[in-house]
């Protein structure tokens, strides 16, 4: 079985192991908080970021993306109709675009923020970064919402999926995006109602369940998490 560095509350950590549990492919979850700095978590990643899979013989693969394009040339290009992937370069493009909307931009702008600020900071050592939440940022980030859910509503009103007919790596990112800011009660659904469907969706698969059990200490998920129908 494969091993898996991650945060619960990592949006990049949650494509992961929707992506790998869409392929049925089990994975053993090491929880890490990067901030602790561990000598033998530093070893596997100097640069201290998640995520981070063991993958056969222990070899460390470093990133959502770099993790997507392994589990597609070692699992995906053998699933037909089911990979997450596409064949077209161009769609393959499309894809690709997507799942950096999600995993940088919408991470930049808005999940890095209220992470940061809501569930890790309470959690940290003063020394390491620890504290009261800057309000600052978190208005911030809150303002940059409405910009990413209402670009995924416009994706999943004129397609079938966002990235076109079929689910892709593109769903997922945007899903475990939507899925920490869902479970910290920051997205109103009620005005998008393409996005919510298409995120009903893909709430309601199997590879989606395990998200559901998440918990973090400290802070419980907003009531309607673990709805499928919310």
């Given amino acids: ?8 509350m990592s949006a ?17 979850l090491v929880e890490e908080n990067p901030w602790s700095r561990r000598r033998e978590f530093l070893a596997l990643n100097p640069a201290g970021t998640l995520p981070i899979l063991l993958a056969e013989g222990d070899v460390p693969i470093i990133g959502a ?21 596409a064949e077209n370069p161009m769609d393959r493009a499309e894809i690709r675009r997507l799942v950096d909307w999600y995993l940088v931009k919408t991470e930049s702008e808005v999940t ?12 940290m050592p003063e020394a390491a970064g ?21 670009y995924t509503n416009w994706l ?4 079938h999926w966002l990235a076109g007919s079929r689910i892709t790596y593109a769903d997922f990112a945007a899903a475990a995006t939507f899925s920490v800011l869902d479970y910290l009660g920051e997205i109103d659904w009620r005005e998008q ?12 698969r199997p590879s989606f369940r ?15 998490y673990a709805d499928l129908d919310f």
């Fill in 12 to 28: 990049a950590c949650r494509f992961v192991r929707l992506a790998f549990g869409e392929y049925g492919e089990e994975l053993a």
């Fill in 210 to 224: 395990p998200l559901l059990s998440d918990r973090v200490r400290g802070l419980a998920p907003v009531s309607h």
């Fill in 65 to 85: 993306t770099v993790i997507a394009e392994y589990l597609d040339e070692t699992r995906g290009v053998l699933k037909r109709e089911r990979r997450l992937f």
């Fill in 112 to 123: 890095r923020h209220l992470v940061r600020e809501r569930v890790l900071k309470p959690l």
């Fill in 156 to 159: 999943a009103g004129t397609r």
């Fill in 193 to 204: 109602n393409a996005a919510r469907d298409w995120y009903m969706r893909v709430k309601s």
């Fill in 130 to 150: 620890g504290g009261s939440p800057d309000s600052a940022a978190i208005r911030a980030a809150r303002a940059n919402i409405r910009q990413h859910l209402k």
């Fill in 1 to 8: 079985m494969l091993t898996l560095f991650h945060h619960p």
